[in-house]
């Protein structure tokens, strides 16, 4: 059993509620692992803030959705590739790549191949990509800005697969069918 508890609205710190509120209209629901953050008003505020520019940026909600679900499938964290395995699908991200990042793999089209293979290699690599790894996100049609991008991509993800793996928050009936459990190594 978890010592997080999963806030409502009701329960949650007064400076949580605006963001419960606020994903709760954006999903019909309050997902689990905010509801987890929300014990914290320095996490939670700081997660949605992060998330909303990114949704913002350039790239497209497929393109994110493939990032987001290869940095939680590179962090090994259940819940996040469960939900963003439903979002991913849900945005038009091809079946066959949604579950190609689910095995560790990578996307068959250049774009969001090129997308999952920066960001893994960012969370490996701790942030330190070489040239080699710029040069082929760049003939992959990308630019230096979406590099940057794709950096707070991982960072607003970090924030949701750290939590999860902290709290381990249940998984919401509606993502059951998405269910992911890392390999073991």
Request: cysteine-free; overall charge negative.
């Amino acid at each position: 059993m978890s010592s997080y508890p999963l806030h409502t609205i009701e329960s949650a710190p007064a400076q949580s509620k605006p963001v419960l509120q606020q994903l709760q209209q954006a999903f019909g629901l309050i997902p689990n692992i905010a509801a987890a953050m929300a014990a914290s008003p320095v996490l939670i505020n700081g997660f949605i803030g992060l998330f909303e520019r990114v949704h913002a940026s350039t790239l497209t909600e497929p393109q994110i959705q493939a990032l987001l679900l290869t940095n939680a499938v590179t962090n090994a964290s259940a819940w996040a590739v469960a939900f963003h395995s439903a979002l991913a699908l849900r945005q038009g991200v091809p079946p066959a790549d949604v579950a190609a990042i689910r095995r560790g793999g990578l996307p068959t089209g250049a774009g969001l191949g090129a997308l999952s293979t920066l960001a893994r290699t960012l969370i490996e690599k701790r942030g330190r990509i070489s040239e080699s790894d710029q040069r082929h996100f760049f003939e992959a049609g990308f630019s230096s800005e979406q590099i940057l991008e794709v950096i707070a991509v991982v960072a607003a993800s970090t924030i949701t697969n750290y939590t999860g793996s902290v709290t381990q928050p249940a998984l919401e009936a509606q993502f059951e069918e998405f269910a992911w459990h890392a390999p073991v190594s």
